[in-house]
């Protein structure tokens, strides 16, 4: 059974940073990819940043590029999400998935990490 437990958020001030951390357990396999999601109170969920884990090639969104970094550590089974330069906008839960097949769809998910910048 995989489990995927995203913890990190907080309440910060625009401006500032936070390192959300998205570790998986029960699961080992290299062929996969894994993302991050946001939903905002009365909007859809968004995609963040996707990582595979084979090349290490990245996607971001644009609303966050240049300021939202995405990593994986493979020997920990730990997807990141460093975020800087937050702005009010980016306040919102966000989520953790995992592809396990690099298929374009997310077979699991974390449950969501609370991410709220003031101004």
């Known amino acids: 059974q995989v489990h995927l437990v995203a913890s990190g958020g907080g309440s910060v001030q625009a401006g500032g940073s936070l390192r959300l951390s998205c570790p998986a357990s029960?699961?080992?396999?290299?062929?996969?990819?894994m993302g991050w999601f946001r939903q905002a109170p009365g909007k859809e969920r968004e995609p963040v940043a996707r990582?595979?884990?084979?090349?290490?090639?990245?996607g971001v969104a644009d609303s966050v590029k240049g300021r939202f970094t995405i990593a994986l550590d493979n020997a920990k089974n730990t997807l990141y999400l460093q975020m800087d330069s937050l702005i009010p906008e980016d306040t919102a839960m966000y989520y953790c998935?995992?592809?396990?097949?690099?298929?374009?769809?997310?077979?699991?998910w974390g449950q969501g990490t609370q991410v709220t910048v003031s101004s």
């Open positions: 998935a995992l592809d396990i097949y690099c298929a374009g769809g997310y077979d699991y």
């Open positions: 029960g699961y080992i396999y290299r062929r996969d990819c």
């Open positions: 990582i595979n884990s084979r090349g290490g090639t990245t």
